[in-house]
C-alpha cells in the first residue's frame, strides 16, 4: 500500500507564504507525476500545479509565478512553495501521485501505474 501524507497547511494573512510537503510512504520504486489539487466546498477538484519525473511542470494560471512546485524523488516528496497567498487561495490541498511502481506487501503485489490521493490539509488565507 502506498500513502500519501500532507503537512504545511494552517491560516496565514493576506500576501503571506506556506510550504506544503506530500511524502508517498511504501515499497515505491517510481512516481510518474505528482502533484496539488485544491477544492473549495461546493465546487470542483481543480489542479493546482503538477511536476514530473522530468522535472516538467504545469501550474493553473491563478498560481503562476506565485506558487512553485518541487520534488525529492529520492524521498518520493512533493513540495509546494506558495507566496503572495490571497483569499482566494482558501481550499483544501490534495497531494495526488501518479503512475506509481512499487510493490504492496500486504497484498503481495507489485503496483502498477497506480494513483492515489492524500487526504487534504486545509489552507485559509485571511484579509
Known amino acids: 500500500q502506498v500513502q500519501l501524507v500532507e503537512s504545511g497547511g494552517g491560516l496565514v494573512q493576506l500576501g503571506g507564504s506556506l510550504q506544503l510537503s506530500c511524502a508517498a510512504s511504501?515499497?515505491?520504486?517510481?512516481?510518474?507525476?505528482m502533484g496539488w489539487y485544491r477544492q473549495d466546498p461546493g465546487k470542483k477538484r481543480e489542479l493546482v500545479a503538477s511536476?514530473?519525473?522530468?522535472?516538467?511542470?504545469v501550474y493553473s494560471d491563478s498560481v503562476k509565478g506565485r506558487f512553485t512546485i518541487s520534488r525529492d524523488s529520492a524521498k518520493n516528496t512533493v513540495y509546494l512553495q506558495m507566496n503572495s497567498l490571497k483569499p482566494e487561495d482558501t481550499a483544501v490541498y490534495y497531494c495526488?501521485?501518479?503512475?506509481?511502481?512499487?510493490?504492496?506487501?500486504?497484498?503481495?503485489?507489485?503496483?502498477?501505474?497506480?494513483?492515489?490521493w492524500g487526504k487534504g490539509t486545509l489552507v485559509t488565507v485571511s484579509s
Open positions: 495526488r501521485v501518479e503512475d506509481v511502481r512499487g510493490y504492496d506487501h500486504d497484498n503481495d503485489e507489485y503496483l502498477y501505474g497506480k494513483n492515489y
Open positions: 511536476i514530473t519525473m522530468g522535472d516538467s511542470r
Open positions: 511504501g515499497t515505491i520504486f517510481s512516481i510518474s507525476v
